[in-house]
């Protein structure tokens, strides 16, 4: 029988051990304020033979590719471990979490930029906050969600060792600034009423984006959501539309076949109107392809501009704001967002239950169909009390003055 080898090396950076092959490597770490070189094993579950020793080499190299640059210099700036935090996060969220990581890493890299991740503290955070108030005019709920994305970078340097503890932990939001930048209403949630949609519609119905404007009303749609909707989620036979894709913004259009949560992937029934339009959508996109010939950008995309390129992220909503402003009788706080608000307003007003318009929207949190549901009904309790007052005591005729 075979002596077992030694443990030894095999070939650079491969070790045995115990008749087993190991990936030997070294994480940089600060221990008592010392940077030192810790020597870390790494099982590849390989037996110690020599033909595995090649296979153990390929597991390294491999390896080597992913890891991500130790933290070896106390002295790093902010923006530079910014960077790094984001790297390490783009492997582990989403597309569409990555993408507001992005953003809010933006502002923070902004304010602290060279500052040291070392020589942060409760002082400057609260300035950092405080200056999101002041100087971008912020919500109360983005301030705090750059906090929390500020402190998660924080918690980070404290497992590298480049700081002792989180000073964002310690730093609450300044109410008095957190009050006066708040808005009275949250235009996300303003929508238009059953009779506004009608108006509006009327007056796109010869738009290029009528039926992008369309689909996101009645169905309720996000905007990545529309944005993302591709052909093959249009059954013709069938007649059924699944959203099961989106399209959003990060530090570059992140286009994914993944939908913001579990409950927003949904298939929805189509009339026969709406295949008859979406016919004429693939007609159209036909007789463009013609058009511009080797210079038209093919994809599966339904929304996109004459040439095939899918519109930004930023297209409609940018579009639509400069659409309202032209509507003087429409609401002038509502966004392009307030159009998925809007259809849950035209379902409460049809009498549909609040179950059924929170899986239609694809809302996750029935809270947030709720709020909705309650303006609306508001809205309707006063328009009806007014109403009634009106013939209780009219106001006199003013028409012969």
């Known amino acids: 029988m075979a002596r077992p080898k030694k443990n030894g ?23 008592d304020g010392v940077k030192t070189r810790e020597k870390v094993w790494i099982a590849t579950g390989l037996k110690d033979t020599p033909e595995n020793v090649k296979k153990a080499s390929d597991m390294k190299n491999k390896l080597n ?49 060279a500052v040291k991740v070392r020589d942060v503290n409760e002082i400057m955070v609260e300035s950092f906050l405080d200056n999101l108030f002041e100087t971008h005019e912020v919500q109360p709920r983005t301030a705090k969600d750059n906090k929390v994305f500020l402190s998660s970078i924080m918690d980070q340097a404290v497992k590298d060792g480049i700081v002792p503890y989180n000073p964002v932990k310690e730093v609450v939001i300044n109410k008095s600034l957190a009050d006066k930048y708040a ?51 249009i059954d013709f036979r069938d007649k059924t539309m699944i959203i099961n894709h989106t399209v959003t913004k990060g530090m570059t259009v992140n286009r994914a076949n993944t939908t ?35 210079c038209y950008e093919d994809n599966e ?13 930023d297209h409609p909503t940018k579009l639509f704001a400069k659409m309202i402003k032209k509507m003087p009788e429409l609401p002038q706080n509502i966004t392009f967002h307030g159009l998925r608000s809007s259809c849950v307003s035209i379902l409460v007003h049809q009498g549909m239950d609040v179950k059924s318009i929170q899986k239609w929207v694809g809302h996750k949190d029935i809270d947030t169909t709720l709020r909705i549901y309650a303006k609306v009904k508001d809205k309707e309790a006063k328009r009806e009390i007014s109403d009634k007052m009106n013939g209780i005591i009219p106001l006199k005729d003013y028409t012969d003055q």
Not at 9 to 31: C, E, M, P, V, W
Not at 70 to 98: G, H
Not at 301 to 313: R, V
Request: glycine share 4%; no cysteine.
């Open 9 to 31: 090396r095999r070939a650079t950076g491969i070790q045995g051990k115990s008749g087993y092959l190991y990936i030997i490597t070294h994480n940089h770490i600060i221990k």
């Open 65 to 113: 590719n992913k890891r991500e640059v130790s933290i070896t210099d106390r002295n790093v700036t902010f923006a530079e471990y910014t960077d790094m935090f984001l790297s390490k996060k783009k492997r582990e969220v989403s597309e569409t979490t990555y993408s507001s990581y992005f953003y809010r890493a933006q502002r923070i890299k902004e304010f602290f930029g």
């Open 183 to 233: 808005k009275e209403k949250n235009s996300d949630e303003e929508f238009f009423s059953f009779e506004e949609a009608q108006l509006f519609l009327s007056k796109v119905r010869d738009h290029e984006l009528y039926e992008l404007f369309y689909l996101t009303l009645f169905f309720g749609l996000r905007r990545e959501e529309i944005l993302g909707l591709r052909w093959s989620a």
């Open 260 to 294: 913001k949560t579990a409950s927003s992937a949904r298939e929805y029934p189509l009339t026969d109107e709406q295949i008859e339009m979406f016919n004429l959508l693939k007609s159209k996109e036909d007789a463009n392809r013609k058009l511009f010939g080797n």
């Open 301 to 313: 995309y339904i929304f996109k501009h004459a040439d095939g390129k899918p519109y930004y992220p």
